[in-house]
């Protein structure tokens, strides 16, 4: 470790920490992390995957996002494989859904209460671990994405019901919320909830309320769709006239202007942007040392939200 450090500053590996520490349900992590979803397009070329997770953790993340349902247990496999305990790593799967391999999407609903309880077993084989370190529970309370209809209707407290038993019982170690609203978040707050997934960037801004609340009360706010996803119906921030002329006068690129930024506006954010480029990967870590002028900034927070236009 170089002199002058402490440990918080380094990974276990004793890599510095890109965009410096935050805290995760009780661990310190890099707040630059890595969204596992976009490594599901490489389930035909396995050592690839298996290379990015090694140069992530190699370039000073420690933090994972997945879920079962990534490329059907794929990406959770990779991961097992990739991933070693002495990386110190803290993987953070989500439940709610479950793989739909021949469906009409890659995944189905899994809301009730017993579903929650074979998601969290599915996903201790496939990750091979004892306990899950973090595991968030994806309501279907707030876009974009997939809404729960009929008996996928389930009362957020009979959900905690059981998420709190699963810790209690050892299964998962902290609970996490994942889109959800703020009375949502604010009713579950008792139980205690570690970090929450919503989707939000730059330029879709909507639970500016959210992150408000969760930095008071010490939430780690772990914004999905960071960069604007790869999905077409959700605003890109690279699409962004401000972000550009953000960039291009720093000298950044515009993705890297847009995650800099997220880092700056809270101190509880922790960023999960997903690619299956390793050199999109080192970029996206390198943000982490980007820093604003005053101009620059003021510029980048009066970008209106474009929350409305999500059409997902
Ligand atoms: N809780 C939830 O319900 C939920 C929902 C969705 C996602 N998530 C998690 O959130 C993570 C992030 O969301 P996401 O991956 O959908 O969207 P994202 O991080 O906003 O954007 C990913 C897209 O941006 C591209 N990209 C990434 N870095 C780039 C760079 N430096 N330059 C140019 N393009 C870049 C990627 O393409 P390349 O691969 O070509 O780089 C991909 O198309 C996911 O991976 C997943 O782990 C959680």
Redesign the pocket.
């Known amino acids: 470790m170089p002199t002058g450090t402490s440990s918080f500053d380094v990974t276990a590996t004793g890599v510095p920490r890109p965009g410096g520490s935050g805290r995760l349900a009780g661990h310190t992590v890099s707040r630059i992390g890595?969204?596992?979803?976009?490594?599901e397009?490489l389930h035909g070329d396995r050592s690839a995957a298996v290379a990015l997770l090694r140069r992530a953790v190699e370039l000073g993340i420690d933090h994972?996002?997945?879920?079962q349902f990534?490329g059907n247990g794929f990406v959770n496999d990779v991961i097992r494989e990739a991933i070693r305990p002495e990386d110190g790593v803290v993987v953070v799967t989500?439940i709610?859904?479950d793989p739909d391999p021949g469906g009409p999407l890659p995944l189905r609903t899994a809301q009730r209460p017993e579903e929650l309880r074979a998601s969290v077993e599915d996903n201790l084989r496939s990750l091979g671990l004892d306990r899950l370190p973090v595991v968030?529970l994806?309501r279907l309370d707030a876009g974009p994405?997939i809404r729960a209809v009929g008996d996928q209707v389930v009362d957020l407290d009979d959900q905690l019901a059981v998420m709190t038993a699963m810790r209690d019982e050892g299964k998962i170690g902290a609970i996490g919320l994942?889109?959800v609203t703020l009375d949502g978040l604010r009713g579950a707050l008792p139980a205690g909830i570690a970090c929450v997934?919503?989707?939000y960037?730059l330029v879709t801004r909507a639970d500016e309320d959210l992150v408000r609340l969760c930095a008071e009360e010490g939430v780690a706010w772990?914004?999905?769709?960071?960069?604007?996803?790869?999905?077409p119906q959700?605003p890109?921030?690279?699409d962004e006239p401000a972000v550009r002329d953000a960039a291009a006068s720093i000298g950044c690129?515009?993705?890297?202007a847009g995650?800099a930024w997220l880092l700056r506006h809270a101190p509880n954010v922790l960023l999960?942007?997903?690619?299956?480029?390793p050199?999109?990967?080192?970029?996206?870590v390198a943000?982490g040392a980007i820093a604003f002028d005053d101009a620059t900034l003021a510029a980048l927070d009066s970008v209106p939200s474009r929350s409305a236009d999500i059409r997902l």
């Not at 890595?34 to 490594?39: E, S």
């Not at 690129?253 to 890297?256: A, H, L």
């Not at 999960?272 to 480029?277: D, S």
């Open positions: 890595y969204g596992a979803m976009q490594l397009r994972i996002d997945t879920a990534y989500k709610g859904a968030n994806r994405g994942g889109s997934q919503n989707a960037s772990v914004p999905f769709f960071p960069l604007g996803s790869a999905f959700i890109k921030v690279t690129t515009p993705s890297q995650l999960i942007p997903g690619t299956a480029n050199g999109h990967l080192e970029a996206n943000a």
